[in-house]
């Protein structure tokens, strides 16, 4: 199982260029229109060169990503999820 740890969180009209590209296929993926001011958490997945994109408004709970991300055989770490859960409308 990999850990992920907060990369950052960004509205997508800040999102830094190099995840642009994890950002647009997650997009694909969920058939979803990014908007400007979409709020997106960036999980760096530790020991690859990949990233776990989450839109942030699609969650009700902490529970949800968790469940995401144990999909993806990813854990994230305590201080990570207490960062997400600050983020949660």
Known sequence: M?????????????????YGPYVQFKATIEKRE???????????????????????????????IKHELEDADAKVNHTTLKIIEGHLS
């Open 34 to 64: 990014v908007k400007d001011d979409d709020e997106i958490a960036i999980l760096d997945i530790t020991g690859t060169e990949s990233h776990h994109v989450l839109f942030l408004d699609s969650y009700d709970n902490i529970e949800q």
């Open 2 to 18: 990999f850990i992920a740890t907060l990369g950052g969180i960004f509205k997508f009209k800040d999102i830094p260029e190099e």
